[in-house]
């Protein structure tokens, strides 16, 4: 998208009562972003369904202001926009009709990661909950996943810093503009997450507050961009709870931890296990057994080894660049303990095999 599209697009969003819905609609009707602000007002209000909003709401005089000064925010923080058009917006939101139109990014995790899982919970969990989290996040290592939260106290910032312990790529959903953290404690959490491969996301723009009606909102992006969700310790009412009903909406898989049934932290779990919206979870391995994990990434082995021949040295780097994920050029000749050429010789021979692809900056991952 140009620059042009993606201030009709932040103008749109600012406009009272245009909602991703309604957006879409009036975007595919108009035939473009630019052509909903180039069609007459008089023909906008004809639209059927939406008119009489856009009679009430839609002004450009205003929006348009207000997103050339968001743009300005944008550019100077060096804020990623990600619209629903996009190759690279999260397309696991794009099977919910409510994605947003527009996402605000911060950071270097690949949104659309293999394999995503969030982890959620309560404010207030016990050292039983925190020390469960842990668990299973450093668990979850092994099976290359994307973990995301909510950057919440509790279980939510448990998740995020045992991820960066784990070097587990986390990211964090935000209700709220990119100008702000909340909690303003996890500022220096977050600025962590962006710089290791983690990230901080939003569907608000600047200046919007970290307001109580904002959360819920939060709370449905997390579940639409997670393959799975797993709760740790909930009241049977809070944000972990409408996470887990967003889930079940969006047909994913929730898992919950159980607890004391005289502990109000696990009720919310328990009910959910209770009523068969959650799988039981005790450690990583009921997610990977659940999701067939294993078996799929065994099945990929079996097939790289049926089809694909490697010497001892090539089956080394292979080994060397999935173990790290991603890695540059002069710490694989050190690795390799190789002259350079010889390092270059054999992965221009693993990209032929279609192992290996080259990414910005010298660096190598595997396909």
């Not at 600025?191 to 009606?213: C, N, Y």
């Not at 997390?222 to 972990?240: F, N, P």
Request: hydrophobic share 40%; charged share 25%; proline share 5%.
């Amino acid at each position: 998208m140009t620059s042009q599209e993606y201030l009709y697009l932040i103008a749109l969003t600012k406009t009272p009562k245009i909602g991703p819905v309604i957006g879409k609609n009036l975007i595919s009707y108009c035939g473009g972003i630019e052509a909903v602000f180039k069609e007459s007002k008089k023909n906008l209000i004809k639209i059927p369904g939406i008119g009489p909003i856009l009679s009430e709401n839609f002004d450009p005089t205003i929006s348009l202001p207000e997103a050339e000064k968001e743009m300005e925010f944008i550019t100077k923080n060096e804020i990623e926009l990600i619209s629903f058009l996009d190759k690279n917006y999260p397309k696991r939101m794009l099977q919910v009709e409510s994605c947003p139109l527009i996402l605000y990014y911060k950071g270097n995790a690949t949104l659309n990661h293999h394999r995503t899982v969030a982890i959620v919970g309560t404010r207030k969990p016990s050292d039983y909950g925190k020390s469960m989290c842990e668990k299973i996040v450093e668990g979850l290592k092994p099976y290359d996943i994307l973990l995301i939260s909510g950057l919440a106290y509790g279980i939510d910032v448990t998740a995020h810093k045992k991820s960066l312990d784990a070097d587990i790529p986390t990211v964090g959903v935000l209700g709220h503009g990119l100008d702000r953290f909340y909690p303003a404690e996890h500022t220096g959490l977050a600025k962590k997450m962006i710089q290791h491969q983690g990230g901080v996301i939003t569907e608000f723009p600047s200046a919007t507050l970290p307001d109580r009606e904002n959360f819920p909102m939060r709370n449905r992006i997390i579940a639409a961009m997670s393959d799975v969700i797993v709760v740790i310790e909930s009241k049977r009412k809070g944000g972990s709870i409408i996470t887990a009903e967003f889930a079940n909406d969006f047909n994913k898989d929730v898992f919950a931890l159980p607890g004391p049934v005289n502990d109000e932290r696990a009720e919310g779990c328990n009910k959910l296990i209770k009523q068969n919206k959650a799988h039981l979870i005790e450690s990583s391995e009921d997610i990977a057994y659940v999701m067939r994990w294993e078996e799929l990434d065994s099945r990929k082995v079996v097939q790289q080894q049926l089809f694909i021949e490697l010497e001892d040295d090539e089956s080394r780097m292979v080994s060397i660049i999935r173990d790290a994920k991603e890695i540059s050029i002069d710490i694989l000749t050190y690795k390799m303990d190789m002259t350079p050429s010889s390092v270059s010789s054999l992965l221009l021979n693993l990209e032929f095999k279609g192992l290996v692809r080259s990414l910005p900056g010298k660096k190598y991952t595997l396909y």
